[in-house]
């Protein structure tokens, strides 16, 4: 069975640009969850979609957006961006609800220069 | 913001030895996982244990969890040099579904 799948893998951008990531779930999952990791930090929770529909949101600002696909697949976005949003940017596929563990994949090294 | 803080930071032991981590946190939760990365790369989930549970175990590995305190720890027993990881415990507040706020991690080394 195929797990969580990210890609790029790795990614250099400027100042101001922006960028599209994309997650593939673990087949049957039907959520998906984006976290962003600083190195030498805990991962934080960005975006939570289930059946396409926003379910949860943490302190992010506007310029992060996210969506969700009729098959499951996800891509968030950010816009104009930061030297601090150079990161690791991890998808988690899961089912919805309690007590639920989360699916990481791989990730997706962003590198803003 | 992160509502887990490991302790230690880091923690550097020899093969076979026992490895714990402590874990503490702020709200009240539905349950309190711990997962391991490796090299920076993708989380693996190691165990959960629910908020109205006090000890759980899977293999090499004891969790306790103490509301009271707000505090879990996480022990791997006779540990091998392939156990070197991060550690992060990660918890679900009491109203969230499968979101979950991480801890900044405990960097384990174990060396043979």
């Known amino acids: 069975d195929a797990g969580v799948t990210q890609s790029p893998t790795h990614l250099i951008k400027t100042r101001g640009q922006h960028v599209t990531l994309r997650c593939s779930p673990i087949?049957?999952?039907?959520?998906v969850s984006w976290y962003q990791q600083v190195l030498g930090q805990g991962p934080q929770f960005i975006f939570q979609?289930?059946?396409?529909?926003?379910?949860g949101r943490g302190n992010f600002p506007d310029r992060f957006s996210a969506r969700q696909f009729p098959n499951y697949s996800s891509e968030l976005n950010v816009n104009a961006l930061l030297l601090g949003d150079s990161a690791l940017y991890l998808c988690a596929s899961h089912t919805y609800g309690q007590d639920e563990k989360l699916f990481f994949g791989s990730g997706t090294q962003l590198s803003v220069l | 913001s992160q509502q887990g803080e490991e302790d230690p930071q880091a923690l550097s032991i020899q093969e076979g030895e026992n490895a714990t981590m402590n874990c503490s946190y702020k709200t009240s939760i539905n349950n309190l996982q711990w997962y391991r990365q490796n090299s920076g790369r993708g989380l693996v989930h190691l165990i959960l244990i629910r908020s109205n549970e006090r000890e759980k175990h899977s293999g090499r590995l004891r969790v306790t969890l103490d509301t009271s305190k707000k505090s879990s720890s996480l022990l791997i027993t006779a540990s091998r040099a392939a156990d070197t990881a991060s550690y992060f415990c990660?918890?679900?507040?009491?109203?969230?579904?499968?979101?979950?706020?991480f801890g900044k991690g405990t960097m384990l080394l174990v060396s043979p």
């Open positions: 087949s049957g999952h039907k959520s």
């Open positions: 990660a918890t679900e507040g009491i109203s969230g579904y499968s979101t979950l706020t």
């Open positions: 979609y289930y059946e396409k529909e926003e379910r």
